[in-house]
């Protein structure tokens, strides 16, 4: 088992910033890649950041490239999510997941369905 807190959403302004953690515990050794998605109300689950854990290297959509920072500190075995110029489309309940390495990762990272284990969401609001 895997767990995964998320902490740091809130209300923001437009054009201003936050800070998503998630924190992991549990059976973590075997992690691939962790992800930020994010849910808007009656929307899909979108793909939102992911990094490969033991590489670093990152993935973004586009709606949020040179906007959001996607980092992880492994000592702590937590992935952040800097989030800067934030606007309204930005709201969304936000979630972090995590993968195990099981297929073409590099062609499937956007897919909610890559991912085995998820947090319980965070909620970000932006106001115009």
């Known amino acids: 088992q895997v767990q995964l807190v998320e902490s740091g959403g809130g209300l923001v302004q437009t054009g201003g910033s936050l800070r998503l953690s998630c924190a992991a515990s549990g059976r973590t050794s075997s992690t691939y890649a962790r992800a930020w998605f994010r849910q808007a109300p009656g929307k899909e689950r979108d793909f939102v950041a992911a990094?490969?854990?033991?590489?670093?290297?990152?993935y973004y959509a586009d709606s949020v490239k040179g906007r959001f920072t996607i980092s992880r500190d492994s000592a702590k075995n937590t992935v952040y999510l800097q989030m800067n110029n934030l606007k309204p489309e930005d709201t969304a309940v936000y979630y972090c997941?995590?993968?195990?390495?099981?297929?073409?990762?590099?062609?499937?990272?956007?897919?909610?369905?890559?991912?085995?284990?998820w947090g319980q969401g965070t909620q970000v609001t932006v106001s115009s």
């Open positions: 990094i490969i854990w033991s590489a670093g290297s990152t």
């Open positions: 997941a995590r993968t195990l390495l099981t297929g073409d990762y590099t062609n499937n990272y956007y897919r909610p369905g890559e991912y085995d284990y």
